[in-house]
């Protein structure tokens, strides 16, 4: 299993910046999937922010490509979310997650991330 702990959340007014950190408790080579979903106010479903894979393959969702950057710090085993350009649409519960080859998912706790206008 891993153990996913989240940094970096926040209260920030648009156009602002923020950079979310994930720290694995395990090797980030050993894990498939690295990434973030966020889950905004009043919507129940969470939404696929970005992944990027043991392979250094990255993917981003449409309405953050170009304000959005992920990567990684192997030896800290540490994932990090840069967020430019933020807008009040991006406030939500950022989770980060990690996908293992056994396929299990772990989740981290959830940061707080709130733009305001």
């Known amino acids: 299993q891993v153990q996913l702990v989240e940094s970096g959340g926040g209260l920030v007014q648009a156009g602002g910046s923020l950079r979310l950190s994930c720290a694995s408790s395990r090797s980030i080579f050993t894990i498939i999937n690295m990434g973030w979903y966020r889950q905004a106010p009043g919507k129940q479903q969470r939404e696929l922010v970005v992944?990027?894979?043991?392979?250094?393959?990255?993917n981003y969702v449409d309405s953050v490509k170009g304000r959005f950057t992920i990567s990684r710090d192997n030896a800290k085993n540490t994932v990090y979310l840069q967020m430019n350009s933020l807008k009040p649409e991006d406030t939500a519960v950022y989770y980060c997650y990690a996908d293992l080859p056994d396929t299990r998912r772990f989740w981290g706790q959830g940061t707080q991330v709130t733009v305001s206008s």
């Open positions: 992944v990027i894979s043991s392979g250094g393959t990255i």
